[in-house]
């Protein structure tokens, strides 16, 4: 009867772009989700991002702007040391408080003074999501996210004890035209200050942790989250082997723990602004004034009908009453209280195991002195980027192999050199014969705790192949309910694709690996693309 649309836009700085996600929600299943980028070049919102936004929200009313206080000015303090006259604060932890100058709220605010704004986030906030799920005791939590550094710490209770902020040396303030002509000589020098400015950081927080109190508990773990990493793998190891704490590093898609904050239902808490005030549509009123006049003359009718049956109804009530007692004794109800303890979701163990078949099998066709560039494989199409030898025999026996499995092979470019032959093969529909046979089947499992979204996504990550970006892209709610993740892992093989779906065959849940799968060769691994679905219970 309601329109009961949702449109969530989360607006994040990320180096000199600003990046807008947004997804539109209803009846808690996601409809649409995308993505835009919008160059900045001042401290003022592009006017093509205004544009965009402002264009987003016209049509749906009950639309929640959502951004990231960026500053290093904002603290945790204990909630009776709030200065409420110079900051605005929100709860963390059991009796702590984020605090934020009101001036570098004021400065939010009037930076979406065109578009409007519902949310202004703290980073804290973020760490403290990932915790609820991740936190160890008497450790030392970090988020790296564009030029900060957020730090808390957790005592042996896991109660925030300390935290600390650093802003790190920008990019271009590392670089010097005068000597620095050279792109990657930049970037390396970026990368080693970065490196530098960090570890010193984190000395000075474990340092000064250790001096706050005599009765404090040694650090047992460094849990290190971003979204761009900042470090290599050896600077990670160098700086664990200093501190002589073990570090784990994970990165995280800011844009999901926003969404599961602001669509919590106690998602004010974490405000530092109060939201805009959603006008209701026109219609709804309508519908409660027709519903109202429906009311009232059910109400009439039947007070009528009443008055003028009355005589009746005393004189065959007896009656009525015996006949209704007759029936029941003869009908009884049987109502079951025994819930299911299985519910049929897709097989997953069948659906992965054709799909690595179909994989292995395409991956096969490319001759032993080619070198595979890329493969996208589809459901019932793929492309070939692949490099030949000049003059040899290779592609012929290539596209060969290809026509016996696919419709059509086609090849959509061809470019050579004096050695090299770079070429791209475009290949779709299946040969009956190669076309999975088995019908997708639905089998009964054991009902599993149910997963949020955020909870789904840490189930993966530790799966899935170690450092593997891992983002929401989709949430279907029918019989079950599915989140749809895309993946991007390293791989230095293969191989450990195949490994990886063995692990998700041995899952009690119903876990698939689906297409797009993306194979792109790079200089030092194979970058690898593509969707895990994940089936549960919808929830009570």
Known sequence: ?????????????????????????????????????????DETIPKDAIFKINTLQKNIEKTYITTLSETANQKIIHINNVDKRSYDSISIGDNQSIVIPKEDINFIEKYFKATGIDFILSPFTI???????????????????????????????KEISFSKTKLLTPFESTQDETFLEDEIVGQKLYEEVNFLEIQQFLNEVVEEYYKSSSNVEFLEHIEMLYTLKPMSDEQIILLQEELLIPISYRAISIDNYIDEI????????????????????????????????????CIGVLTYTTNTQENVLNENNKQVVEKIIKE??????????????????????????QKLERIQ???????????????????????????????????????????NIYVNSTLLLKTQNKVILNTIVKNDTLLDAYKIN??????????????????????????????????LI????????????????????????TSLIKKLNSQKISIEIDYPIVFSK?????ELKYTLIVHQQNKK
Do not use: C
């Open 262 to 297: 602001i669509e919590s239902n106690n998602s004010p808490i974490y405000n530092f602004i109060t939201p805009r005030i959603k006008k209701e549509s026109k219609k709804i009123y309508l519908w409660i004034g027709l519903a109202i006049l429906s009311v009232l003359l």
């Open 438 to 471: 088995i019908p997708k089947t639905n089998i009964p499992y054991q009902k599993f705790k149910f997963l949020s979204s955020l909870e789904a996504e840490d189930y993966l990550s530790k799966i899935v192949i170690k450092d593997s970006i891992i983002k």
């Open 1 to 41: 009867m309601f329109n009961n649309k949702k449109q969530y836009l989360n607006i994040l700085q990320q180096n000199k772009q600003l990046r807008i996600n947004y997804k539109i929600v209803q009846d808690d299943k996601i409809l649409k989700e995308e993505q835009s980028s919008f160059l900045t070049v």
């Open 522 to 526: 790079t200089t030092n691994f194979i």
């Open 474 to 497: 989709e949430q279907n709610k029918d019989n079950y309910l599915s989140y749809e993740f895309l993946i991007i892992s390293k791989l230095q093989s293969p191989q450990e694709l």
């Open 328 to 353: 029941e004794v003869k009908t009884p109800k049987v109502i079951s209280s025994v819930e299911p303890s299985t519910i049929v979701l897709p097989d997953h163990k069948n659906s992965n195991t």
């Open 361 to 403: 099998m395409l991956l096969d066709v490319v001759p032993y002195d080619a070198i595979l560039k890329d493969i996208e494989i589809n459901q019932n199409n793929s492309t070939y980027v692949s490099n030949f030898v000049v003059n040899s025999d290779s592609l012929s026996d290539m596209q060969t192999k290809l026509k």
């Open 127 to 157: 760490i403290e999501e990932y915790l609820i799920d991740n936190g160890k005791k008497n450790s030392l939590n970090f988020l790296i996210y564009n030029n900060f550094i957020y730090t808390l710490i957790y005592n042996t209770k």
